[in-house]
């Protein structure tokens, strides 16, 4: 088999359910194999860590001179002049971009529905969501288009598709991957991170495209582990705890029932099992949704019709070419967003508003940091329910927020996070596991999804 064979296995998987799955928004084949006759040449000699692997990437990661919407229309026309050092990083880890996933209008939402071009559907089942806002990346892998993909995460992005479509997917530690030419939704909670069908995968992904970038001032200088080195299924003595605020209300019976079947392996396989209390929790949506539309409606602003993409035609005078290129080519959900961050931005709301919610933030970090003083992990859901039905919650913007009230926590405390697959709803869809780590420990958080898996 070549590495020409594989990227032709991936393009013909694509071409057999992409037109009902509808995970991909940019697609180049030619490219792919281009890429791949010049791998091929190189066999044997040197080969990096994805040498040949097949993989998609979510469309808010610029690729140069592949299109990079963000699935906004004001970027529909957008070909990047450079690489996100991600992107450059899978090149020189010697994998082979096969294209570009789908996901919500600048990562804004929880069902890939606010998607400017598609609606992504779920493999399991056409009639429901893949989740999101890495949507389109979750349900490429779920439906075997591609092995490995990039999606992002700012309050749950990368976690609850994965949970969606039976998947595993990691937030890293925020500045464990850089940033540099991610498309900013919420600078100081936005991580990329690796999204496959295996956590050993996973931990091969991540260590290619973690470490410290000089692009990316946020970026940690820590050094990079081999992760997969940690993948040694013993799990004998780990200290395990279990937020009660993460099996309370609002979370389904089925999904309680996952979590202490998985609970019982864990201790079956010789962890400790604790239960324990992160109080701040219940304030988790409300403080990420106060900061991470501040950070949005200030990254947003640069999308004004001069500098990049879309421009709307007739415009009066400078003014208005703003206003109306703004108003045509943004979506509802990122207007809400922008409106809602500049409120709480403004002078006389600053205080009551994003001050405020700066102060839960430290609150929420120190509920972890407290945990993690004697724990090694900790274990719940990934979400409160399955997959929802498309059209089922997207008028109602507080239930689709409610989605991420288990993974915005981790994104407000700056630490890692999985979900693997954690069985079957009792309608056949999959649920998710989520495991969080102390901070720049993947190693600890893939040791015991690998083991659980
Ligand atoms: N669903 C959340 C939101 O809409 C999280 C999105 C994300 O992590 N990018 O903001």
């Given at each position: 088999i070549t590495i020409a064979d594989l990227v032709r296995e991936s393009y013909k998987r694509i071409e057999e359910v992409d037109g009902k799955v509808q995970?991909?928004?940019?697609?180049?084949?030619?490219?792919?194999?281009?890429?791949?006759?010049?791998?091929?040449?190189?066999?044997?000699?040197?080969?990096?860590?994805?040498?040949?692997?097949?993989?998609?990437?979510?469309?808010?990661?610029?690729?140069?001179?592949?299109?990079?919407?963000?699935?906004?229309?004001?970027?529909?026309?957008?070909?990047?002049?450079?690489?996100?050092?991600?992107?450059?990083?899978?090149?020189?880890?010697?994998?082979?971009?096969?294209?570009?996933?789908?996901?919500?209008?600048?990562?804004?939402?929880?069902?890939?529905?606010?998607?400017?071009?598609?609606?992504?559907?779920?493999?399991?089942?056409?009639?429901?969501?893949?989740?999101?806002?890495?949507?389109?990346?979750?349900?490429?892998?779920?439906?075997?288009?591609?092995?490995?993909?990039?999606?992002?995460?700012?309050?749950?992005?990368?976690?609850?598709?994965?949970?969606?479509?039976?998947?595993?997917?990691?937030?890293?530690t925020y500045g464990r991957v850089s940033r540099f030419g991610l498309i900013a939704f919420a600078s100081s909670l936005?991580?990329?991170?690796?999204?496959?069908?295996?956590?050993?995968?996973?931990?091969?992904?991540?260590?290619?495209?973690?470490?410290?970038?000089?692009?990316?001032?946020?970026?940690?200088?820590?050094?990079?582990?081999?992760?997969?080195?940690?993948?040694?299924?013993?799990?004998?003595?780990?200290?395990?705890?279990?937020?009660?605020?993460?099996?309370?209300?609002?979370?389904?019976?089925?999904?309680?029932?996952?979590?202490?079947?998985?609970?019982?392996?864990?201790?079956?396989?010789?962890?400790?099992?604790?239960?324990?209390?992160?109080?701040?929790?219940?304030?988790?949506?409300?403080?990420?949704?106060?900061?991470?539309?501040?950070?949005?409606?200030?990254?947003?602003?640069r999308f004004d019709g001069i500098r990049y993409g879309y421009r709307a035609d007739n415009a009066e005078n400078l003014i208005d070419l703003y206003k109306k290129t703004r108003a045509e080519g943004f979506g509802d959900e990122v207007k809400r967003r922008i409106m809602l961050g500049t409120y709480a931005l403004s002078s006389g709301y600053y205080d009551a508003y994003y001050k405020k919610a700066q102060k839960v933030r430290t609150l929420i970090k120190q509920d972890f940091e407290k945990v993690f003083e004697d724990y090694d992990v900790i274990v719940g859901p990934t979400t409160p329910t399955p997959a929802f039905k498309i059209g089922e919650q997207i008028d109602d913007p507080l239930t689709m927020y409610a989605n991420d009230i288990l993974t915005i926590p981790v994104n407000l405390a700056g630490v890692p996070g999985i979900s693997v697959p954690a069985g079957l709803s009792q309608n056949g869809l999959p649920l998710g596991l989520q495991i969080i780590g102390k901070h720049f420990d993947e190693s600890t958080v893939y040791r015991v999804a690998h083991a659980y898996e």
């Open positions: 995970a991909f928004l940019t697609l180049d084949e030619e490219r792919a194999l281009a890429r791949a006759e010049e791998l091929q040449s190189k066999m044997g000699t040197d080969e990096g860590l994805l040498y040949g692997m097949p993989i998609g990437v979510k469309d808010n990661i610029v690729t140069k001179e592949l299109r990079t919407t963000a699935a906004s229309k004001i970027l529909g026309n957008f070909d990047p002049i450079y690489n996100a050092t991600v992107a450059d990083k899978l090149h020189a880890a010697d994998a082979i971009t096969i294209g570009k996933l789908n996901m919500d209008e600048f990562a804004m939402g929880s069902s890939t529905e606010n998607s400017h071009f598609a609606k992504t559907k779920n493999p399991w089942n056409l009639e429901t969501v893949p989740g999101g806002s890495s949507g389109g990346s979750a349900a490429a892998v779920a439906a075997g288009e591609v092995p490995f993909s990039l999606g992002s995460d700012t309050g749950g992005s990368i976690r609850q598709p994965a949970s969606f479509c039976g998947v595993v997917g990691l937030k890293p936005d991580q990329i991170g690796p999204i496959t069908t295996n956590v050993e995968d996973n931990a091969y992904l991540l260590e290619a495209i973690a470490g410290l970038d000089p692009n990316d001032s946020t970026s940690a200088n820590v050094d990079v582990p081999k992760y997969r080195s940690a993948l040694t299924g013993d799990i004998k003595g780990l200290k395990v705890a279990v937020p009660k605020e993460y099996l309370g209300e609002g979370v389904s019976e089925e999904v309680r029932q996952s979590v202490r079947e998985a609970l019982k392996v864990l201790e079956g396989l010789g962890a400790t099992i604790d239960e324990v209390s992160l109080p701040h929790s219940k304030y988790g949506v409300a403080t990420y949704y106060l900061l991470s539309s501040s950070e949005a409606s200030a990254n947003l602003a």
